[in-house]
């Protein structure tokens, strides 16, 4: 990376409104700023004062007018990178932002990389990797839960949890390294086996704790898909409307209205949720009725959870059964009997039977009837199937990154429990050392040039 060199970039979306900002970042940023910004108050108040905004205009070199705008100056290294950081508040105009952002390119400073105001308040060690992942996982968040954990992320939480048992393993490694090091002082006869093992038990127990809350944080982070299922007519594309509260598929009496996967979003118990409306399932000649049904098989398959839906009205069939047999283990399935306004010609046993254990809601699409009890019943089972009864304190870790850097070093540690009984010391203390330097990755500790790119790339640029 090139640290010395000061860097620039539009730091707020691009598109019309009341504020934009093209934020610089390095030891040249004052300097550069000042070749543009034409203030009025700079000679009577010392400017730049940090923190403090200055009301001017920005002007090309030629003087023209390019925005009236507000500046603020802050110095390192009390600043989001630890670097001299100068925001330009202007009017939030795609010409605008993007005519200052050119005039203080050609003023000095280089188009910033995507995230790499973030990389640079990781290296300069502001944060540290887990939190910079957070402030991606803050950016992202779709849901109220998802922003909760973002927010722990950013405190350090997981940084914190991750260096504590490194110490650990520093711990458990030093006696070790010691009968090494120094064999006449240190009699390797003379460890604490049962000790050591008890501590490599110990780091296990918290590895595993870690990874035990993944899934469900990472279906808060990254949304769950919910396929509405079942024959045609039935009410699916009625009940999509209904709980996304608009009218977004078409509703129409004529069976095989729906041809399409469509898609809307919405929130339920802090899930990010993308509801899927398919194709009613049914035999059929007709070619692109059963491209529909092809689709709605795979997005049933591909689903969290599926909601059958099934019409009260009319006799259970023999493609109900079969819809009901779609479930996979590790899927969630909630059962709707709709059209509960008309005449009932269903009995919940027959669905009982081949849902066991299903929960089955009532409904009448069509007049908003039984919507609040199907989405308590989604939100039970996301519930059951993210295990979301454990206690909500648990580690921030959402990344796949995590989980795979923490499965691995679990993996080292087992094999340092195995080795305890019989191997020599050597293989216990590498292992052990293996887990402590991949648990680094997470900190961004031990970490690869390569890998820091990859990571960071992923940020929008701004960030
Ligand atoms: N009485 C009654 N009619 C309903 C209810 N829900 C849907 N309908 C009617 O059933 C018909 C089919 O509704 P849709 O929502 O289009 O059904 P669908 O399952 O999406 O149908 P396809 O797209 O053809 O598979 C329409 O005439 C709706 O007005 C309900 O709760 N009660
Ligand atoms: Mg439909």
């Known amino acids: 990376m090139r640290e ?10 691009l598109g019309e409104g009341g504020i934009g900002i093209v934020r610089l970042s390095g030891p040249c940023a004052f300097a550069i700023v000042d070749r543009v910004f034409a203030c009025s108050k700079k000679n009577q108040s010392g400017y730049p004062k940090p923190r403090y905004l200055y009301y001017g205009y920005i002007k090309d070199f030629q003087k023209n007018l390019i925005d009236e705008v507000l500046v603020a100056f802050m110095s390192a290294p009390n600043t989001y990178t630890r670097e001299d950081i100068v925001e330009i508040n ?18 000095g400073a280089r188009l910033a990389e995507p995230g790499e105001f973030t990389k640079r308040a990781f290296i300069n060690g502001r944060i540290d990797l887990s ?17 909760k954990m973002a927010a722990r992320g950013l405190q350090g939480e997981l940084m914190n949890q991750v260096e504590a048992l490194r110490e650990k393993l520093i711990t458990l490694r030093a006696p070790l390294e010691a009968s090494f090091d120094y064999p006449d ?31 469900r944080n990472r279906a808060y982070q990254e949304g769950v898909s919910v396929a509405i299922i079942g024959k045609p007519n039935v009410g699916k ?18 069976p095989g209205t729906t041809r399409d996967l469509l898609e809307g979003y919405m929130n339920l118990g802090g899930y990010p949720i993308r509801l899927i409306d398919t194709a009613g399932i049914q035999g059929t000649c007709d070619p692109v009725e059963k491209q529909g049904i092809d689709l709605s098989r795979s997005a049933a398959d591909q689903a969290c959870l599926i909601i059958l839906v099934i019409d009260g009205s009319a006799p259970w069939t023999d493609t109900d059964e079969e819809l009901a ?4 283990h590790n899927q969630g399935l909630v059962v709707v009997i709709n059209k509960s306004d ?55 870790i959402v990344s796949l990154r995590h989980e795979e850097i923490i499965n691995e070093a679990l993996i080292n540690i ?20 293996n887990a402590w330097s991949k648990m680094g990755e997470i900190t961004g500790d031990t970490i690869n040039e390569d890998l820091l790119d990859k990571i960071f790339s992923e940020f929008c640029l701004g960030k």
């Not at 060199?5 to 979306?13: F, K, L, N, R, V």
């Not at 006869?189 to 809350?213: F, N, P, S, Y």
């Open 342 to 396: 008309l005449e009932q010609k269903l009995t919940s046993d027959q669905i009982k039977y081949c849902c066991p254990g299903a929960e089955i809601v009532e409904t009448a699409a069509i007049k908003g009837q039984g919507i609040k009890r199907l989405e308590d019943a989604v939100t039970v089972e996301l519930d059951r199937l993210f295990d979301s009864n454990m206690e909500m304190e648990n580690p921030v």
């Open 131 to 147: 939190q910079a992942e957070a402030v991606l996982n803050m950016i992202r968040a779709r849901s109220e839960e998802a922003v």
């Open 4 to 13: 010395n060199e000061t860097i620039a970039a539009i730091s707020t979306p």
């Open 237 to 254: 594309s009625s009940l999509l409307n209904a709980l996304l509260q608009q009218q977004r598929a078409i509703v129409h009496e004529i």
């Open 185 to 215: 002082e240190f009699d390797p006869d003379d460890l604490d086996h049962a000790a050591l093992d008890r501590g490599l038990e110990e780091v296990k127990a918290e590895l595993q704790m870690l990874i035990q809350g993944v899934e």
């Open 325 to 328: 047999s779609l479930k996979r």
């Open 90 to 107: 202007c009017h939030s105009g795609v010409y605008t932002l993007r005519s200052i952002q050119k005039l203080v390119l050609e003023a």
């Open 414 to 433: 087992e094999n340092a429990i195995t080795a305890v009984e019989t191997q020599p010391l050597e293989i216990i203390s590498l292992e052990i050392q």
